[in-house]
């Protein structure tokens, strides 16, 4: 009986490769069933479709595809598809003798009268029989099977390759190891300057800068991949040398072809780059690198530190009145501030004659420019002592004992000077130790009697308040 048989491709067109192929090699084993002289085919037709071309002996309303008799009663037949028939559906049969209408007659699997195909496997033929049906696969493939009895298609991995190096600098004249890794057959783009093509780990030895190409196959299935190889003679140029005060930054830089480092580490802020960031705490010289392969270049750059370091002296401690001479050291020009009490400011040894304990800051420039802060600090000590009260005065207009006050040679600074009368009224009030009360009260001249006073002024390293009574007399 003639049964039609066909192949049917349907889907999008997919990836394709020009050039490409596409290999599935077919297996049936047909124990137990009768073959006739011409042996085994598969058979079908394709359905019309301009894009697909089937290469192999496969052609429609012609004698079917000769199958190989491996041994005992299993055949095999290896069919070429374009690779714009990946992912597409095919349908065939396996047929038992080799003609299509030969006296005999074909027998072909999955008939009405014959055992049929498991529709796992299978679609309808329209004539009342099965046919078997796969996707064709990106790569190759292998169908194994058994008469009338479904099997899978075993498709063969897309294959897959990983190389190293990345790109890489080599010097003019080195030559560097190739890898290339893959469960596939590798092969490199041939190229005079590879130690071999039809291996994984050939040595370049490249003059100009040159791609590597290579390809890994499994079937007719292709990955491929490429290594980039800078050739160079390396060069280097650094910026010029700095001067930095202390706690201060640069950026430094640097030109040239090669990979660039720089060393020491100390006080960059990057050691693989071309523009690092110095803040070093000391003179220091930096190296700078290029490397390409055996290769190496080097420039350098002095980073000079001022660390300005200048010393005010030690705190001082003095009674009011007393002096002393400040020495200072470490720059090359000072600025004291405050002014008060010293005989120069822009001077490395002022005399110092303080009234009250002050700070002094020492600000000193380098020759360069860099400053530097120190200070002291001189306490005033005012003796209690020193320190006297008339019991009387008499604001009578003749030139003697005319005002009442505190008497002292150190006219130390007071806080508050004060007199009450006998009721506790203010009559009088200074914060100026020279300040006098002349006996009159919103200028009028105040009654005889005797008055309270109070003084509060530092003396003796401590806040201290004097009391005491004057008589006024007129």
């Given at each position: 009986m003639q049964t039609k048989i066909f192949f049917l491709f349907i889907g999008l067109l997919t990836g394709y490769?020009?050039?490409?192929?596409?290999?599935?090699?077919?297996?049936?084993?047909?124990?137990?069933?009768e073959v006739g002289t011409g042996g085994m085919h598969i058979a079908g037709q394709f359905a019309t479709d301009s894009s697909i071309s089937i290469t192999e002996d496969w052609a429609p309303g012609v004698t079917g595809s000769a199958m190989t008799?491996?041994?005992?009663?299993?055949?095999?037949?290896?069919?070429?598809?374009?690779?714009?028939?990946?992912?597409?559906?095919?349908?065939?049969?396996f047929v038992r003798d080799s003609t299509w209408n030969n006296a005999s007659g074909d027998v072909s699997e999955g008939n009405p009268t014959d055992c049929c195909l498991d529709l796992t496997c299978g679609v309808s033929d329209q004539s009342g029989?099965?046919?078997?049906?796969?996707?064709i696969?990106?790569?190759?493939?292998?169908?194994?099977?058994?008469?009338?009895?479904?099997?899978?298609?075993?498709?063969?991995?897309?294959?897959?390759?990983?190389?190293?190096?990345?790109?890489?600098?080599?010097?003019?004249?080195?030559?560097?190891?190739l890898n290339a890794s893959s469960i596939a057959t590798v092969n490199w783009q041939a190229d005079a300057t590879l130690s071999c093509w039809q291996c994984n780990n050939p040595i370049a030895s490249p003059d100009t800068t040159t791609y590597y190409y290579v390809t890994a196959t499994i079937g007719n299935c292709v990955a491929a991949e490429s290594i980039f190889v800078e050739v160079v003679v390396p060069t280097v140029k650094a910026s010029s040398d700095t001067l930095l005060c202390n706690g201060a930054s640069a950026q430094l830089s640097a030109t040239g072809e090669g990979n660039i480092s720089w060393s020491p580490s100390a006080g960059l802020s990057c050691t693989m780059c071309d523009n690092p960031?110095?803040?070093?705490?000391?003179?220091?010289?930096?190296?700078?690198?290029?490397?390409?392969?055996?290769?190496?270049?080097?420039?350098?750059?002095?980073?000079?530190?001022?660390?300005?370091?200048?010393?005010?002296?030690?705190?001082?401690?003095?009674?009011?009145?007393?002096?002393?001479?400040?020495?200072?050291?470490?720059?090359?020009q000072y600025s004291w501030q405050p002014p008060d009490g010293l005989s120069c400011i822009d001077c490395a040894s002022p005399v110092a004659v303080p009234i009250v304990t002050t700070t002094y800051t020492l600000t000193g420039t380098s020759e360069n420019g860099c400053k530097a802060i120190d200070?002291?600090?001189?306490?005033?000590?005012?003796?209690?002592?020193?320190?006297?009260?008339?019991?009387?005065?008499?604001?009578?207009?003749?030139?003697?004992?005319?005002?009442?006050?505190?008497?002292?040679?150190?006219?130390?600074?007071?806080?508050?000077?004060?007199?009450?009368?006998?009721?506790?009224?203010?009559?009088?009030?200074?914060?100026?130790?020279?300040?006098?009360?002349?006996?009159?009260?919103?200028?009028?001249?105040?009654?005889?009697?005797?008055?309270?006073?109070?003084?509060?002024?530092?003396?003796?390293?401590?806040?201290?308040?004097?009391?005491?009574?004057?008589?006024?007399?007129?």
């Amino acid at each position: 009986m003639q049964t039609k048989i066909f192949f049917l491709f349907i889907g999008l067109l997919t990836g394709y490769r020009s050039g490409a192929q596409i290999i599935i090699t077919f297996t049936i084993d047909v124990t137990g069933f009768e073959v006739g002289t011409g042996g085994m085919h598969i058979a079908g037709q394709f359905a019309t479709d301009s894009s697909i071309s089937i290469t192999e002996d496969w052609a429609p309303g012609v004698t079917g595809s000769a199958m190989t008799l491996l041994s005992g009663s299993a055949y095999q037949l290896n069919v070429t598809f374009p690779f714009s028939a990946a992912g597409k559906l095919l349908e065939f049969e396996f047929v038992r003798d080799s003609t299509w209408n030969n006296a005999s007659g074909d027998v072909s699997e999955g008939n009405p009268t014959d055992c049929c195909l498991d529709l796992t496997c299978g679609v309808s033929d329209q004539s009342g029989g099965i046919n078997r049906i796969i996707t064709i696969p990106d790569c190759s493939g292998t169908y194994n099977c058994a008469w009338n009895i479904c099997s899978d298609l075993i498709a063969a991995p897309t294959p897959a390759i990983t190389v190293t190096p990345g790109n890489v600098l080599i010097c003019k004249g080195d030559s560097i190891q190739l890898n290339a890794s893959s469960i596939a057959t590798v092969n490199w783009q041939a190229d005079a300057t590879l130690s071999c093509w039809q291996c994984n780990n050939p040595i370049a030895s490249p003059d100009t800068t040159t791609y590597y190409y290579v390809t890994a196959t499994i079937g007719n299935c292709v990955a491929a991949e490429s290594i980039f190889v800078e050739v160079v003679v390396p060069t280097v140029k650094a910026s010029s040398d700095t001067l930095l005060c202390n706690g201060a930054s640069a950026q430094l830089s640097a030109t040239g072809e090669g990979n660039i480092s720089w060393s020491p580490s100390a006080g960059l802020s990057c050691t693989m780059c071309d523009n690092p960031v110095a803040s070093p705490t000391s003179t220091i010289l930096y190296y700078v690198s290029a490397a390409a392969g055996s290769c190496l270049v080097k420039d350098s750059i002095l980073i000079t530190v001022d660390a300005i370091s200048i010393n005010a002296g030690n705190d001082e401690q003095l009674l009011l009145g007393d002096s002393v001479q400040l020495n200072a050291d470490g720059a090359s020009q000072y600025s004291w501030q405050p002014p008060d009490g010293l005989s120069c400011i822009d001077c490395a040894s002022p005399v110092a004659v303080p009234i009250v304990t002050t700070t002094y800051t020492l600000t000193g420039t380098s020759e360069n420019g860099c400053k530097a802060i120190d200070e002291l600090t001189i306490e005033v000590i005012v003796p209690c002592d020193g320190i006297f009260f008339p019991n009387a005065f008499t604001p009578n207009g003749d030139g003697r004992n005319e005002t009442f006050g505190p008497i002292s040679d150190l006219h130390p600074p007071i806080k508050a000077f004060r007199i009450h009368n006998r009721w506790g009224q203010l009559v009088f009030e200074s914060n100026n130790f020279s300040g006098q009360w002349n006996g009159n009260f919103h200028g009028e001249p105040q009654p005889l009697g005797a008055y309270v006073y109070d003084l509060e002024l530092v003396c003796d390293g401590g806040t201290v308040v004097l009391k005491g009574l004057v008589s006024l007399i007129r």
